[in-house]
């Protein structure tokens, strides 16, 4: 896949390496007209998580991609020209040669024989549901504040393994049955809608009594359910975001230690600079000077 618009704010190149490639298109300010070219030896999938981009592959075809829905394109005759046009979008694409999916998937092969996957022929152009599993890697894609600070290649790579073993998987009614927290579907929605209000509320977040009484749920379950979806506690997550947070903030370099400390949500600089040099090994003022 080649193009020249990786630098576009709001499309990101999450990985790009010789097996695979994914990126991410966050783009809610402005129209997206993204131009590209799609390899005739690898398989394309488009992950929509929000919008209804249209994607053009000439004058005379395009076809839509609703939310909440990917598409599957693999041509094993040509390269194809596509255009994504949208208003606005979330998207997360990922680009592997077929043999790579087969090899990943071997071990499962007579498994997946049985729910239907016989591995892609020579043109698939299908467009299928998200499955709520899915929909929550690209939750963490889209949004990684626990993105690792070096080994970002290992982090994406293992998105990729991600969005394939759930992809493939069972029905999602058969996943409900294997979790039991995730047998209600509402009960994912309230942890989502839990994230959001901390993060909304960075310099003054709700405790844990007051969250749960906000999404409607008791601590215990809050707390279990925020850790199985997010792989955190709910307030050890809000450390990490506010801390990667500060991070790009103080590569800006648009303001002083004091103030970021205090943007984020930390009453006390000096416990902000103790946190920061324990998670990153240097204090947020050299890692401003070094990196402005």
Not at 15 to 35: G, R, T
Not at 193 to 206: E, H, T
Not at 260 to 284: L, M, V
Request: proline share 5%; charged share 25%.
């Amino acid at each position: 896949m080649t193009n020249n618009n990786i630098d576009k704010s709001g499309i990101v190149e999450r990985l790009n390496s010789s097996h695979a490639k994914m990126i991410s298109f966050d783009c809610n300010q402005k129209p997206l007209n993204y131009e590209t070219k799609l390899g005739n030896h690898h398989v394309h999938l488009f992950f929509c998580k929000q919008g209804n981009p249209i994607f053009q592959f000439s004058e005379h075809y395009q076809r839509p991609l609703p939310e909440g829905s990917y598409f599957t394109i693999y041509d094993q005759s040509k390269t194809l020209d596509l255009i994504i046009h949208a208003q606005s979008c979330k998207l997360v694409y990922v680009s592997l040669p077929p043999q790579d999916v087969h090899q990943i998937l071997i071990d499962d092969r007579k498994s997946l024989v049985q729910l239907g996957f016989e591995g892609f022929g020579v043109r698939e152009y299908s467009v299928k549901d998200i499955n709520f599993a899915t929909d929550l890697v690209l939750d963490s894609i889209l949004n990684p504040s626990l993105e690792p600070n070096l080994l970002k290649s290992v982090f994406y790579r293992s998105k990729v393994l991600e969005l394939l073993s759930f992809t493939y998987d069972v029905e999602e009614s058969q996943l409900y049955e294997a979790c039991p927290f995730l047998k209600e579907k509402d009960n994912v929605e309230r942890i989502k809608n839990a994230r959001n209000i901390l993060i909304d509320n960075l310099d003054s977040p709700p405790s844990l009594p007051e969250l749960a009484k906000q999404i409607g749920m008791n601590e215990y379950n809050l707390k279990v359910g925020f850790k199985n979806v997010y792989g955190l506690p709910p307030f050890k997550y809000l450390q990490e975001y506010r801390l990667n947070l500060s991070k790009k903030l103080l590569a800006e370099g648009q303001w002083q230690v004091a103030e970021i400390a205090d943007k984020i949500g930390y009453t006390s600089s000096s416990h902000f600079i103790e946190a920061f040099r324990k998670k990153f090994g240097n204090t947020p003022k050299k890692f401003m000077l070094a990196n402005t």
